[in-house]
């Protein structure tokens, strides 16, 4: 069973919450280079120094000003480690839908993570891998928790409601994009203690989002011959998580006839046009926009009950339309593929099919967090962009000195 453990966090002042942590997850490259070269404070300085110079990441040269940032933030007392051994249950409140997120931001063990106690479902690329190390070894810092998930458990619900039922919030505000994020620091030792005994009953923690993250403080601590190296996540029960698929875009490098493509697909799927956008609303079920319009398609094939990878709605477009139809080798670095978030906008693909952006976009069913679990046991990995996962963490909001 994994483990976890309580440690100092490195917070913003209160009442500069907004003004430090940025919304990675949320705002695109433009956004986050206004904020960088208007806000000395905000934490992008610590995490994307390169983009105060408009260039591309240099490690080498821009880690450095990462470093210098994080120590002014600490120096100015813009941002206050705490001096006790805490946890901190984390609340994340979306006001636009009511969806609220609850979990324990904490250390877990790098060791755990070898050991296989922390479950992974995707790959990493080396080269990213290291770079995080890198920043890592030059900040001394995490800044951004690992988001892991578990099996349901009564007693870890029944501790996070009993702390956000008798304590005082020690964080508690509502961000640019109507987000209330609160945080309670749990201090007291026989609550840790509690608390401790709850996650030892769980056999595993599944990595739901951050992978190079996780590969990344893993190793950084293997890399420094550190023993019982510990890094930050924020553990969420998996009925407490929201998962959205991502869209397959594609853009042709040639002159791309709609209407004989849909016609090839006949071969793997039922095909219906269709007078409405299309949201699938039940698994092995796609919707297609076209510049001749919309489609339902539904596949007829069968599915290898072997693996839970080949059940995915997401491989089956990889083995059956990427691969089969469109002569795709590798669909996370084929520059012909777009991944869109499933929670965007739908009119945003009519518009830009019908401006010439993508000659085709796929709108899919999202996967549920069992196949996820199954995936992980199995010891298998999903195709790029299978999940879109939230709650997604404000960068900088809780940091992890190491």
């Not at 072997?306 to 469109?326: C, H, P």
């Not at 899919?364 to 790029?384: H, R, S, T, W």
Request: glycine share 4%.
């Amino acid at each position: 069973m994994p483990e976890i453990y309580p440690f100092k966090a490195l917070l913003p002042a209160p009442g500069l919450e907004i003004e430090v942590s940025a919304n990675t997850h949320v705002d695109d490259k433009k956004r986050q280079m206004e904020i960088i070269q208007t806000n000395p404070n905000t934490y992008l300085q610590v995490v994307k120094p390169y983009l105060k110079f408009n260039e591309e990441k240099n490690p080498a040269k821009h880690f450095p000003f990462s470093k210098q940032a994080i120590d002014r933030l600490i120096a100015d007392k813009t941002m206050v480690q705490d001096t006790i051994d805490s946890l901190y249950v984390y609340s994340q409140l979306n006001k636009e839908n009511n969806q609220n997120y609850l979990g324990l931001i904490c250390n877990v063990s790098a060791k755990d993570y070898y050991d296989d106690k922390i479950k992974v479902h995707e790959n990493t690329l080396t080269e990213k891998e290291n770079q995080l190390i890198d920043h890592i070894r030059i900040c001394g810092a995490i800044g951004e928790p690992v988001l892991l998930t578990h099996f349901a458990s009564t007693q870890v619900e029944q501790l996070l409601n009993l702390v956000i039922e008798n304590q005082v919030p020690d964080i508690d505000f509502t961000d640019e994009v109507n987000r209330q994020h609160t945080i309670y620091k749990v201090k007291n030792h026989e609550l840790i203690s509690e608390f401790n005994k709850a996650y030892q009953t769980l056999a595993h923690f599944y990595i739901a989002d951050g992978h190079h993250r996780s590969a990344a403080s893993a190793g950084y601590y293997q890399k420094e011959g550190v023993e019982n190296g510990k890094y930050l996540a924020f553990l969420v029960p998996a009925n407490h998580l929201h998962i959205d698929s991502f869209y397959r875009a594609y853009k042709s490098d040639e002159l791309f006839d709609a209407k004989e493509f849909v016609e090839k697909l006949s071969d793997h799927f039922e095909i219906s046009e269709s007078k409405d956008r299309v949201v699938p609303n039940a698994p092995k079920t796609f919707g297609l926009c076209t510049s001749v319009g919309w489609f339902n398609l539904k596949f007829k094939g069968a599915i290898d009950p072997t693996s839970a990878v080949n059940a995915l709605d997401v491989s089956i477009l990889e083995a059956y339309v990427f691969k089969d139809k469109l002569q795709i080798v590798d669909s996370k670095t084929d520059h012909r593929l777009t991944y869109i978030k499933g929670n965007s906008p739908i009119q945003h693909i009519d518009e830009e099919v019908k401006k010439g952006t993508y000659d085709i976009v796929f709108t899919v069913y999202p996967c549920n967090i069992e196949e996820v679990f199954k995936i992980a046991d199995q010891g298998l990995i999903m195709p790029p962009k299978s999940t879109y996962i939230e709650p997604k963490l404000r960068t900088g909001l809780t940091v992890q000195i190491v």
